[in-house]
């Protein structure tokens, strides 16, 4: 009776700390999550600053209005019997009813207020100049198009990259001191070069001296027929961007998991492990791996987000018809919606990622401690 | 003293840092060497000097030392200048103001590839009266090919390549390969020697002709040229003190601008520490490459706007947390409870007593990131943003790129710049991570 007594009691108090850990899970969501928005609106609002110029890009947009009103008066011909002052007369009224409708009679400070709440609430509007290739204006069209490849590619290599590096590093860490552990660790300065330098002399190699492999691009001009036909060509175009990005990282960061997981295998806990006789996979199962969780989760979580803008130079080598290249041109036609438009998501996607990574860890790694303190996260 | 020596003494147990000192000497010497030959103000001119610069070099020659492995030598530019070799010209007086100003330049040909291009160039002074000059070519066996008669205006160039009415008189041939073509066999060179003739006259007192004949070859200096005949060897040259300063000057700023934050932070800790975390996750949510394109397309492109941008972003980041969990460790240690109760100052106790502590880890830490902005600003360059005076790595592999250097085979032309920034970083980065392995007691010996 009275063991049953004790029994439901404990029950009781391990709700009431559930529930308060629950409470105090939310309350630290809450604060971070409130942290983190407000950091994305600040940098949001500060790209769309440095995309308009201080409100110079504006400025050029009215100028160009001005000339498209004053041309069409011109060359309209109902218009000719009028005088030059009456032209002008009309053209001053038409114009501000146009840079009324296009917003651009309101002060520069209003307006980026207002492109901060439109990019913010992901209304990313029309762009300026770039249209998509089938010809749409809408931003969320331009950006769309462009995501497909720009996944394509990165997901492949950084997927690929990722996981090797990890296997082959908890492969190494078992051989510690062998040949091909020195070996990696001496090809580790190797990655101090990005990608694109890689590509430039993989391009140079295989497309232009062998002649194997096409020089950039995603499929063949004209596009093949079939479809199995299609996949092979991008399959053939996917080669060499691949293997740049591959051969770019894959020593340092083999080399940095393996150290990494060395540190984590001379732990005491490990040692002991060993000593009770578990196997090597056990070990690595337990002891090595889950303690090292949150830090391979992260670095995870962190190659997801890196997948998505795709990478501007690396894009322009290859000829990629993807999101990094998308960016360059944008900003080389002073295309400030779709800087912003890939930027706000950039941003959110990242902050929404910290969120959930810090959420995470509040739960997963013990040693964590919840609301801030001295040492919070 | 004793430390260093102990130190060096580490480092060699490192095969890797001893070779990427190495490499690192090599750049700096090369930097010096170039500040010291090729003055900042003649690096530009020699760069950037425009047509009459480079008018004598060829266009897109390999470098002249391809010739130790090619089977068929191939020629290097020969420049003839009436100005600086006045024996090439004879004067005769033949009264009335009227005098014939004779030009012979010899050439002993002796390669077995056609030159690229053939140009003469004349500068003459006369008041009214025009000079005249008679061309004529005058191959090893002896046959006479007239090529030109023609008027001289104060400056003449005279391109033989481009005459149409010359390759009637040479079976169809192209001048520079018809002018040089053994007559058995069109495709192969006949050497010896080759004589230009120019028999000038002019018809004033004191009226002169002076000419420059140029054989455009196909090989030229250590490095090549360009497609706008520049020389490539001068970029390469001053590629290495641009991107040695960038790197280090950047990387050195920032890690050091970091620490000193992240000190701050914790030391004063409260709202101190709160504002530089939240600035933090701003610039870690902003996009580096294109703010900094944009600052590059919209406001300037000079190298200093733009390295001072990355290091302004670059300060913060990741580093800025390990150094702040670093610090955090050092707060509650014992010695600087002791310099608290001896009333040391905030700076002080910074400064003294925190920084010192991490500085084992900054140095691999600044050493690592030198690649990093060393392969930045080439980024930037191949984008198009490079400096717009400078002549770097960067810019030359923006050129090439352009030009469709790949495409046309001018392989020297991207793999030069490319083996130089390359082995930039790989010095770098091999001493980095040796450095790491010395200083980071947890990776010793790993």
């Given at each position: 009776?009275?063991?049953?007594?004790?029994?439901?009691?404990?029950?009781?108090?391990?709700?009431?700390?559930?529930?308060?850990?629950?409470?105090?899970?939310?309350k630290?969501?809450?604060?971070?999550?409130?942290?983190?928005?407000?950091?994305v609106?600040?940098?949001?609002?500060?790209?769309?600053?440095?995309?308009?110029?201080?409100?110079y890009?504006?400025?050029?947009?009215?100028s160009?209005?001005?000339?498209?009103?004053?041309?069409?008066?011109?060359?309209?011909?109902?218009?000719?019997?009028?005088?030059?002052?009456?032209?002008?007369?009309?053209?001053?009224?038409v114009?501000?009813?146009?840079?009324?409708?296009l917003?651009?009679?309101?002060h520069?400070?209003?307006?980026?207020?207002?492109?901060?709440?439109?990019?913010?609430?992901?209304?990313?509007?029309?762009?300026?100049?770039?249209?998509s290739?089938?010809?749409?204006?809408?931003?969320?069209?331009?950006?769309?198009?462009?995501?497909?490849?720009?996944?394509?590619?990165?997901?492949?290599?950084?997927?690929?990259?990722?996981?090797?590096?990890?296997?082959?590093?908890?492969?190494?860490?078992?051989?510690?001191?062998?040949r091909?552990?020195?070996?990696?660790?001496a090809?580790?300065?190797?990655?101090?070069?990005?990608?694109?330098?890689?590509?430039?002399?993989?391009?140079?190699?295989?497309?232009?001296?062998?002649r194997?492999?096409?020089?950039?691009?995603?499929?063949?001009?004209?596009?093949?027929?079939?479809?199995?036909a299609?996949?092979?060509?991008?399959?053939?175009?996917?080669?060499?961007?691949?293997?740049?990005?591959?051969?770019?990282?894959?020593?340092?960061?083999?080399?940095?998991?393996?150290?990494?997981?060395?540190?984590?295998?001379?732990?005491?806990?490990?040692?002991?492990?060993?000593?009770?006789?578990?196997?090597?996979?056990?070990?690595?199962?337990?002891?090595?791996?889950?303690?090292?969780?949150?830090?391979?989760?992260?670095?995870?979580?962190?190659?997801?987000?890196?997948?998505w803008?795709?990478?501007?130079?690396?894009?322009?080598?290859f000829?990629?018809?993807?999101?990094?290249?998308?960016?360059q041109?944008a900003?080389?036609?002073?295309?400030?919606?779709?800087?912003?438009?890939?930027?706000?998501?950039?941003?959110?996607?990242?902050?929404?990622?910290?969120?959930?990574?810090?959420?995470?860890?509040a739960?997963?790694?013990?040693?964590?401690?919840l609301?801030?303190?001295a040492?919070?996260? | 003293?004793?430390?260093?020596?102990?130190?060096?003494?580490?480092?060699?147990?490192?095969?890797?840092?001893?070779?990427?000192?190495?490499?690192?000497?090599?750049?700096?010497?090369?930097?010096?060497?170039?500040?010291?030959k090729?003055?900042?103000?003649?690096?530009?001119?020699?760069?950037?000097?425009?047509?009459?610069?480079?008018?004598?070099?060829?266009?897109?020659?390999?470098?002249?030392?391809?010739?130790?492995?090619?089977?068929?030598?191939?020629?290097?530019?020969?420049?003839?200048?009436t100005?600086?070799?006045?024996?090439?010209?004879?004067?005769?007086?033949?009264?009335?103001?009227?005098?014939?100003?004779?030009?012979?330049?010899?050439?002993?040909?002796?390669?077995?590839?056609?030159?690229?291009?053939?140009?003469?160039?004349?500068?003459s002074?006369?008041?009214?009266?025009?000079?005249?000059?008679?061309?004529?070519?005058?191959?090893?066996d002896?046959?006479?090919?007239?090529?030109?008669?023609?008027?001289?205006?104060?400056?003449?160039?005279?391109?033989?390549?481009?005459?149409?009415?010359?390759?009637?008189?040479?079976?169809?041939?192209?001048?520079?390969?018809?002018?040089?073509?053994?007559?058995?066999?069109?495709?192969?060179?006949?050497?010896?020697?080759?004589?230009?003739?120019?028999?000038?006259?002019?018809?004033?007192?004191?009226?002169?002709?002076?000419?420059?004949?140029?054989?455009?070859?196909?090989?030229?200096g250590?490095?090549?040229t360009?497609?706008m005949?520049?020389?490539?060897?001068?970029?390469?040259?001053?590629?290495?003190?641009?991107?040695?300063?960038?790197?280090?000057?950047?990387?050195?700023?920032?890690?050091?601008?970091t620490?000193?934050?992240?000190?701050?932070?914790?030391?004063?800790g409260?709202w101190?520490?709160?504002?530089?975390?939240?600035?933090?996750?701003?610039?870690?949510?902003l996009?580096?490459?294109?703010?900094?394109?944009?600052?590059?397309?919209?406001?300037?492109?000079?190298?200093?706007?733009?390295?001072?941008?990355?290091?302004?972003?670059?300060?913060?980041?990741g580093?800025?947390?390990?150094?702040?969990?670093?610090?955090?460790?050092t707060?509650?240690?014992?010695?600087?409870?002791?310099?608290?109760?001896y009333?040391?100052?905030?700076?002080?106790?910074?400064?003294?007593?925190?920084?010192?502590?991490?500085?084992?880890?900054?140095?691999?830490?600044?050493?690592?990131?030198?690649?990093?902005?060393?392969?930045?600003?080439?980024?930037?360059?191949v984008?198009?943003?490079?400096?717009?005076?400078?002549?770097?790595?960067?810019?030359?592999?923006?050129?090439?790129?352009?030009?469709?250097?790949?495409?046309?085979?001018?392989?020297?032309?991207?793999?030069?710049?490319?083996?130089?920034?390359?082995?930039?970083?790989?010095?770098?980065?091999?001493?980095g991570f040796?450095?790491?392995?010395?200083?980071?007691?947890?990776?010793?010996g790993?």
């Amino acid at each position: 009776m009275l063991s049953i007594e004790t029994a439901r009691e404990r029950a009781v108090q391990a709700r009431r700390r559930s529930s308060g850990n629950l409470w105090r899970i939310t309350k630290y969501g809450l604060v971070k999550g409130t942290t983190l928005l407000i950091t994305v609106v600040i940098a949001v609002y500060l790209t769309i600053l440095v995309a308009n110029m201080g409100g110079y890009v504006d400025e050029m947009r009215k100028s160009e209005l001005r000339f498209q009103i004053d041309q069409q008066i011109n060359q309209n011909e109902d218009l000719r019997t009028l005088t030059a002052q009456e032209k002008k007369a009309y053209a001053d009224e038409v114009y501000q009813v146009r840079a009324k409708q296009l917003g651009l009679d309101q002060h520069f400070i209003i307006r980026s207020i207002r492109y901060l709440w439109n990019g913010l609430s992901l209304q990313l509007g029309t762009a300026h100049n770039l249209t998509s290739d089938s010809g749409s204006r809408y931003v969320r069209n331009i950006i769309g198009e462009r995501l497909g490849p720009t996944l394509l590619v990165m997901a492949t290599s950084q997927l690929l990259l990722f996981f090797s590096a990890m296997f082959f590093a908890l492969f190494l860490s078992r051989r510690y001191g062998s040949r091909l552990d020195r070996l990696v660790v001496a090809m580790a300065p190797t990655s101090a070069a990005p990608a694109w330098f890689y590509g430039i002399f993989l391009i140079m190699i295989f497309a232009a001296v062998l002649r194997w492999l096409p020089f950039g691009g995603m499929i063949d001009a004209p596009p093949p027929p079939t479809l199995w036909a299609k996949i092979g060509s991008i399959l053939k175009h996917l080669i060499l961007p691949v293997s740049a990005s591959v051969a770019s990282s894959f020593w340092l960061s083999s080399y940095y998991w393996r150290t990494f997981f060395l540190i984590h295998s001379s732990e005491d806990y490990v040692d002991m492990a060993k000593a009770k006789g578990l196997t090597d996979r056990a070990i690595e199962r337990r002891y090595v791996l889950r303690p090292t969780l949150p830090t391979i989760i992260t670095s995870f979580a962190m190659t997801l987000i890196g997948l998505w803008t795709g990478a501007i130079v690396f894009e322009t080598v290859f000829n990629w018809p993807g999101l990094g290249r998308l960016t360059q041109q944008a900003i080389n036609v002073f295309e400030t919606p779709v800087i912003v438009g890939v930027t706000v998501i950039y941003a959110y996607l990242l902050a929404l990622t910290l969120f959930l990574l810090d959420i995470i860890y509040a739960i997963v790694d013990p040693r964590v401690k919840l609301g801030g303190g001295a040492n919070g996260s | 003293m004793r430390s260093i020596r102990n130190f060096i003494h580490q480092l060699k147990a490192y095969p890797s840092a001893v070779v990427g000192l190495c490499i690192i000497a090599f750049m700096v010497s090369l930097s010096i060497y170039a500040v010291i030959k090729i003055p900042y103000s003649e690096a530009i001119r020699l760069w950037k000097g425009g047509e009459n610069v480079w008018t004598e070099n060829p266009r897109n020659a390999r470098p002249a030392w391809f010739n130790l492995f090619y089977k068929e030598k191939q020629p290097v530019t020969i420049v003839f200048k009436t100005t600086e070799n006045p024996e090439l010209k004879t004067v005769t007086d033949l009264g009335n103001g009227i005098a014939a100003q004779d030009m012979v330049f010899e050439f002993d040909y002796q390669y077995d590839g056609f030159p690229t291009e053939l140009s003469l160039f004349f500068t003459s002074s006369f008041a009214s009266a025009r000079p005249n000059v008679n061309i004529k070519w005058i191959t090893p066996d002896g046959r006479e090919i007239p090529m030109q008669n023609m008027s001289l205006r104060a400056s003449e160039a005279y391109r033989i390549s481009q005459d149409t009415r010359l390759p009637r008189r040479l079976n169809g041939a192209l001048p520079e390969k018809g002018l040089f073509a053994d007559p058995a066999d069109p495709d192969k060179v006949l050497k010896g020697t080759y004589k230009l003739v120019v028999e000038g006259m002019v018809f004033e007192p004191g009226a002169s002709i002076d000419a420059t004949f140029v054989v455009y070859g196909k090989l030229h200096g250590f490095a090549g040229t360009d497609h706008m005949r520049r020389d490539i060897g001068v970029a390469l040259l001053w590629g290495a003190p641009v991107a040695l300063s960038v790197g280090l000057v950047v990387a050195v700023g920032t890690s050091l601008t970091t620490m000193c934050l992240a000190a701050c932070a914790v030391w004063f800790g409260g709202w101190v520490d709160w504002i530089i975390r939240r600035i933090n996750e701003i610039v870690m949510i902003l996009p580096l490459l294109p703010i900094l394109i944009m600052i590059g397309l919209f406001f300037s492109r000079s190298i200093i706007v733009m390295m001072g941008v990355t290091a302004l972003l670059g300060i913060f980041g990741g580093g800025i947390l390990s150094y702040r969990s670093m610090f955090l460790q050092t707060k509650t240690s014992g010695y600087i409870e002791a310099a608290r109760a001896y009333g040391a100052s905030n700076l002080r106790i910074i400064f003294r007593y925190m920084i010192p502590k991490v500085i084992p880890v900054l140095i691999p830490g600044f050493v690592t990131q030198v690649p990093n902005y060393v392969f930045l600003e080439a980024t930037l360059s191949v984008l198009g943003l490079g400096d717009k005076d400078l002549p770097t790595w960067g810019k030359l592999l923006n050129d090439a790129y352009s030009e469709g250097a790949l495409l046309t085979g001018h392989f020297y032309w991207v793999v030069e710049p490319a083996v130089l920034l390359i082995l930039t970083g790989f010095g770098f980065a091999m001493v980095g991570f040796a450095l790491d392995r010395i200083f980071n007691p947890r990776l010793r010996g790993l």
